[in-house]
Every structure is written in structure tokens, then in C-alpha cells.
């Protein structure tokens, strides 16, 4: 069974950093583009980072350029996003996601909470 397990969300203060990891397995994980999307209450899912197949190349949001880092590790089947200087606009549920667009092909997790307050 397809499956991507995200862990390491939790409550921060503002300016506090977070490492969130998303564990993979049941398909071929080096095919797929690798993402994080967050969706806070009352808003659309949006795109934080993506990193390519073989993390050669990543993309952010501008809202998180500078602050957030997206990286791959396909021998342990793991993505993560180390989020530094965090905002508390940056609050929401955050979800790994995996894409094989040549099949049109998305698998995602379950998500995990992301709570920046003082």
C-alpha cells in the first residue's frame, strides 16, 4: 500500500524553526517530484516547496523563500522541510505530496499541524 507519513509538526513560538519529515513507501519514491503544501483554516491548499526526483532543483513559495528549506533522501525514502524564522501566518496543516505528472499520478499524506503563537 501507498503510503507518506508526515511527523514533526507542533507548537513554536514566532522566530522558532521546525523540521518536518514525510516517510515514503509502496511505490518507486526516486520517480516522483516531492512536495509540501499547507493549508490554514479558511484558506486554499497552497504549494510551500517542491524538490525534483533527484533534488537537484527545488522551488518555494514566495512567502517562505529565504526561511524554508526542502530536501530528499532517496535511499531512506524521506522528504523534509526545515522551516527556520517562522511566522505565525505560517499556522496550518502541512501535507507531503508526491507527483508522477507523466500519469497524472498524486499520492498524499495525512498532514500535520503547524501552530506558530506566542
Known amino acids: 500500500q501507498v503510503q507518506l507519513v508526515e511527523s514533526g509538526g507542533g507548537l513554536v513560538q514566532p522566530g522558532g524553526s521546525l523540521r518536518l519529515s514525510c516517510a515514503a513507501s509502496?511505490?518507486?519514491?526516486?520517480?516522483?517530484?516531492m512536495s509540501w503544501y499547507r493549508q490554514a483554516p479558511g484558506k486554499e491548499r497552497e504549494l510551500v516547496a517542491s524538490?525534483?526526483?533527484?533534488?537537484?532543483?527545488?522551488n518555494y513559495a514566495d512567502s517562505v523563500k529565504g526561511r524554508f528549506t526542502i530536501s530528499r533522501d532517496n535511499a531512506k525514502k524521506s522528504v523534509y522541510l526545515q522551516m527556520n524564522s517562522l511566522k505565525p501566518e505560517d499556522t496550518a496543516v502541512y501535507y507531503c505530496?508526491?507527483?508522477?505528472?507523466?500519469?497524472?499520478?498524486?499520492?498524499w499524506g495525512q498532514g500535520t499541524q503547524v501552530t506558530v503563537s506566542s
Open positions: 505530496k508526491a507527483t508522477y505528472a507523466t500519469y497524472a499520478r498524486d499520492y
Open positions: 509502496g511505490f518507486t519514491f526516486s520517480w516522483y517530484v
Open positions: 524538490i525534483a526526483s533527484t533534488g537537484g532543483s527545488t
